[in-house]
């Protein structure tokens, strides 16, 4: 992969990591686009890398939220901070099990099929519009509701699927407020994605060619970069409640997608 083809993806990625548009899906129909031939390990592991990126770059948009959590779980006692890293831990749980039980199944994903990310981000604008649709109310984020966003969390794994676009969604319907709903979302992969690569690191996947090194880190540092941007701007974005707009660009570019898979 050559170094201005990984900042690019990079780019992609920090952007429509926090825009509910699925940034695996639009990682796939770049590297199609750019025509990135890795095989599906190598196209993972590039993936891994640049959402370690946007997760970062959470942490350091929510760094006071993350820093009170800290904060009360050091307590060692029942208080809010606690309670809400336990919601946090048991919306984990489906795409835990996902990504564990059937890991090498979604490799086979991440290969450039750019049909079937279309058809995926059709699923996604529909969720986006139902979202939309939804009468607002101001519930908090439950037991139950955390791993009910857990499971739209786990089938976002699949490229397509919006994972800040199925969470918050899945958030609104159930009637949770819509900033809490994306704060939730945005913290909630954040201990996701750093125990994948934990695991991987400890499993020794994680390996790469010398020759890979320098594009992979030009890929990372421009996806933390434009995830900073992105994020701040998606938390006002959320509150707003826009999801239509995303939801027609969705449909625009899932059938647009479908074409060049199928008759490109």
Request: glycine letters at 10%.
């Amino acid at each position: 992969m050559e170094i201005i083809d990984a900042i690019i993806l990079g780019i992609v990625q920090g952007l429509t990591e926090f825009l509910p548009v699925s940034s695996s899906g639009h990682l796939e129909l770049g590297k199609a686009i750019l025509g990135d031939n890795s095989i599906p390990e190598e196209s993972l592991l590039f993936t891994v890398i640049l959402h370690f990126a946007t997760a970062l770059s959470t942490i350091v948009v929510f760094r006071k939220d993350v820093w009170t959590i800290f904060r009360g779980l050091f307590q060692f006692k029942s208080n809010e901070e606690t309670l809400f890293s336990l919601k946090i831990i048991i919306s984990m749980i489906p795409a835990a099990f996902i990504g564990l039980v059937f890991e090498e199944e979604l490799e086979g994903f991440f290969g450039g099929n750019v049909a079937f990310v279309g058809y995926m981000l059709t699923i996604t604008a529909l969720l986006l519009y139902l979202a939309d649709k939804a009468r607002e109310t101001k519930k908090k984020v439950t037991y139950l509701n955390a791993f009910i966003i857990g499971i739209s969390q786990a089938i976002a794994i699949l490229p397509g699927i919006s994972r800040s676009g199925a969470t918050i969604s899945t958030s609104v319907l159930l009637g949770v407020d819509k900033t809490k709903a994306a704060r939730f979302s945005f913290l909630m992969v954040v201990p996701l994605i750093i125990g994948k690569m934990a695991k991987d690191i400890i499993g020794g996947e994680l390996q790469f060619e010398s020759e890979q090194t320098l594009a992979m880190g030009a890929g990372f540092i421009a996806a933390f970069i434009a995830g900073l941007a992105a994020c701040t701007w998606m938390i006002q974005l959320v509150k707003k409640s826009k999801l239509t707009y995303f939801a027609i660009y969705c449909f625009v570019v899932g059938f647009i997608a479908i074409g060049f898979g199928l008759w490109g």
